[in-house]
């Protein structure tokens, strides 16, 4: 079993087995049975501590400060540089995340966010902290 785990985000893969044929042979006074094993796909499962609604409103920002399509897929774990935004881009991000959240990001914990994960993680730390 493999797994990857980072901050408040966790990724785990679980390698699944499926019987796909059982044989039956006897030799003498014994019987034994044969299985053959054929893997399934990976079911991967990614978690994000932020609140969906925040989340989405976070993909709604990136997309209009991007520029993006309508058909463009913003997700949690969609990375700022994915979208080919620079880093002038990333810093017309945060200000419109601080503008439609009406919050102030400092400038250090700004200049880390890579993710829209983590761009919500940290408005919800925010916000938690102003209520």
Same mark, same amino acid.
């Given at each position: =079993? ?11 893969? @679980? ?7 059982? $044989?039956?042979? *006897?030799?003498?006074? @014994?019987?034994?049975? *044969?299985?053959?094993? @054929? ?11 932020? $609140?969906?609604?925040?989340? /989405? ?6 997309? $209009?400060?991007? *520029?993006? $399509? #309508? ?10 540089? #994915?979208?080919?935004? /620079? ?5 017309? !991000?945060? =200000? ?5 959240? /009406? !919050?102030? =990001?400092?400038? /250090? ?13 940290? !408005?919800?730390? !925010? ?5």
């Amino acid at each position: =079993m493999a797994s990857m785990a980072a901050a408040s985000t966790s990724l785990q893969a @679980r390698p699944r087995q499926v019987v796909t044929a059982v $044989k039956c042979f *006897s030799q003498g006074s @014994r019987s034994n049975l *044969s299985f053959t094993l @054929r893997p399934l796909p990976t079911r991967l499962s990614v978690s994000c501590a932020a $609140k969906p609604e925040t989340v /989405d409103k976070v993909c709604e920002v990136v997309k $209009k400060q991007l *520029s993006l $399509k #309508e058909g463009d897929q913003v997700t949690a774990a969609t990375k700022f540089a #994915e979208l080919g935004a /620079d880093s002038l881009d990333t810093v017309e !991000i945060v =200000m419109g995340l601080e503008e439609a959240f /009406d !919050i102030e =990001m400092e400038e /250090d914990k700004a200049q880390a966010i890579e993710t829209v994960e983590e761009a919500a993680e940290l !408005i919800e730390e !925010i916000l938690k902290a102003k209520a």
